[in-house]
Every structure is written in C-alpha cells, then in structure tokens.
C-alpha cells in the first residue's frame, strides 16, 4: 500500500500530498534505523522523537495547506505519539495490541494521504476542462 500511495502521490498529488508522503516515508526509514542500529534500551525513546518530529512536519503541512485530509493526518499522528509515550512512561513492552494500533494508525495516515492525492487530483483535472 505504500508504494501505490508514495507513486500516486508523486504522480497525481499536489505539493501538500507530495511532502505528506515524504514526511511518512522519512518516518518509516527514521524508524527502521533506529530498530537496526540503536541499543535496545534508547529505541523507544528515539521513537517517541520522530513520531513528535513527524506530527510537527504534519502540523506545519497543515497549516500551509489547510486541508481537511492533513488535519486528520495530524490527529493520527498525534494518537501515535501518545501510544509511543504511553508504552515508554509506562516501562510496557510492546505487545500485540502495541502492534495492532500502531499499524492501523500508520494505514490510516496512509489513507489520509491516498484521499487528498485523489482530491487534488479531481480538482487538477476539474481546472484543466
């Protein structure tokens, strides 16, 4: 799904969708370094600070673009964070349902990215008629 998202907004999106998917994807790269190469004992806390870095970039994108599908975009960002803190300050270990919410939360982000690339995408060719 992210490939399809990540060409699609290449493709078709506006500047909004394009810095939505660098942003996640910048996210997703940020995370698998930080799983390859950190100790054991700072990967939460590296994690909690990208997924404050990337809610901020959504915030910035947000309030450039005011787009409805960046405001829901942020707001998943945001419930992601909170699950990173709440794991972290909990001294939890990341479980299933750990799991579970952080994929949902990510596909949904992607989704927010895939409606406002098909948006900008309606209205680009709604002006070129």
């Given amino acids: 799904m992210l490939i399809i998202v990540l060409v699609l907004a ?5 500047q909004a969708e394009r ?3 660098a942003i996640f994807l910048a996210g997703a790269i940020y995370a698998m ?11 939460p806390s590296l994690l909690l600070l990208g997924e404050g870095l990337i809610g901020a970039g959504f915030l910035l994108l947000a309030l450039r673009h005011m787009s409805a599908w960046l405001g829901v975009a942020m707001l998943l960002q945001a419930i992601q964070f ?3 803190a709440y794991y972290l300050v909990g001294g939890l270990r990341r479980d299933s349902t750990y799991a579970m919410i952080n994929n949902l939360d990510s596909i949904g982000v992607l989704l927010c990215i895939l409606v406002g ?8 060719r709604a002006t070129a008629r």
Avoid: I, N
Avoid at 10 to 14: D, E, L, S
Avoid at 118 to 124: D, E, G, H, M, Y
């Fill in 10 to 14: 290449c493709w078709k999106g506006g």
């Fill in 82 to 84: 909170s699950l990173h």
């Fill in 117 to 124: 690339t098909l948006l900008a995408w309606r209205r680009s």
């Fill in 19 to 21: 810095l939505g998917v």
């Fill in 33 to 43: 370094l930080v799983y390859q190469f950190v100790p054991r004992s700072l990967v």
